[in-house]
């Protein structure tokens, strides 16, 4: 499905308290072909106004009829609260896509671990479902030959969306181990893990060969680059760590003595500091320096700059070429710095 379609909610589904998994078919008979991890720009219309955003995939592909997506309710979310306050079977809305490069497809690997938190868990469900659901003659490995670690970190068990479906899917699969790791204790529950945070030593006693898996990262983006740091410490390698990461949020302003890398702009002579979690693009705008950008996902290219130095975490969906990457340039919108940076605009 490369072209916008109009798609018909056909059923929709609480995952957690907050969130709702939203189930859809085409008006026109169509079946859904995409790979598992991928996203859809949708388009509802709200007080009379067409708004786009991206929502990951959380259905599979081996189940091609419908396509869900599942959405969790922000404070302040435009789209995501009119989809839970209005969205019901029989309404429609446009969807375009799929779009992205974030997925266990034609990567080859024989082991791999899945890490999520919040939403980021829809693609990661996308990804597992097609693996349990595959034949091992098809494109989805499944049966003997999966051998995915999954972890999750939520804030407690009430917090873990699909928990039910991902823990017997654990016990029907003996290749997929399923771990969560809450941050907040459980009063109710003495049987509920401890709480902990994704840091080195956890990640290690949750999957001991970190190092040697394709590493799949969805999730906030402060939770990512506190996961990613803590792998690259227990041996993983850059390489072999995807992350998904769209939408633009605006960081928290810091000063310019504040906590942050530096990313400096020779020939604007400005100088922003990068929290963790952000993108240049985001600590920009939120600095007040207006830069080129129009998808703000690493797509169209409108933000491609040059690199003079310093080293960048880039998620981008297809909208830099390798050549140009070796060449230093980044896109703006889905970098985020690792050490200070310096950019030739």
């Not at 981008?316 to 050490?339: D, F, M, V, W, Y």
Request: glycine content about 10%; aromatic content about 6%; overall charge negative.
């Amino acid at each position: 499905m490369s072209d916008e379609h109009l798609l018909v909610c056909v059923e929709r589904t609480p995952a957690t308290h907050d969130m709702t998994t939203f189930t859809f078919r085409t008006v026109e008979p169509h079946t859904f072909v995409f790979n598992p991890g991928q996203f859809l720009t949708i388009g509802v219309t709200i007080d009379g106004r067409t708004v786009q955003r991206c929502y990951s995939i959380s259905s599979p592909p081996t189940r091609p009829d419908t396509l869900s997506i599942s959405v969790k309710r922000k404070t302040g979310g435009h789209v995501s609260n009119w989809l839970h306050d209005n969205m019901t079977p029989g309404m429609t809305m446009t969807a375009s896509g799929p779009l992205g490069r974030f997925s266990y497809m034609g990567k080859g690997a024989e082991r791999y671990l899945f890490i999520s938190a919040g939403s980021g868990i829809t693609p990661i469900m996308s990804m597992i479902r097609a693996a349990t659901d595959g034949t091992t003659s098809g494109p989805y490995r499944s049966g003997e030959q999966t051998d995915i670690v999954f972890i999750h970190s939520a804030r407690t068990l009430e917090d873990i969306p699909f928990r039910a479906e991902l823990e017997q899917l654990s016990v029907a699969h003996p290749g997929l181990d399923v771990a969560f790791a809450l941050t907040r204790a459980h009063l109710d529950d003495p049987t509920a893990p401890t709480p902990r945070r994704l840091d080195a030593d956890t990640l290690l006693r949750m999957c001991p060969d970190l190092a040697d898996r394709e590493v799949f990262l969805c999730g906030p983006g402060q939770f990512r680059s506190g996961v990613r740091s803590a792998l690259v410490a227990s041996g993983a390698t850059l390489a072999h760590i995807h992350e998904e990461s769209f939408g633009f949020v605006l960081p928290t302003p810091t000063d310019d003595d504040g906590p942050g890398i530096t990313v400096d702009f020779t020939r604007r002579a400005r100088r922003v500091n990068v929290t963790a979690g952000s993108s240049i693009l985001a600590a920009a705008a939120a600095a007040g320096v207006t830069l080129p950008s129009t998808c703000g996902v690493g797509l169209c290219g409108s933000c491609k700059v040059t690199k003079v130095s310093g080293d960048v975490v880039m998620n981008h969906q297809g909208g830099i070429r390798n050549r140009e990457i070796e060449q230093g340039k980044i896109l703006l919108c889905c970098s985020e710095p690792i050490s200070p940076v310096v950019i030739d605009f």
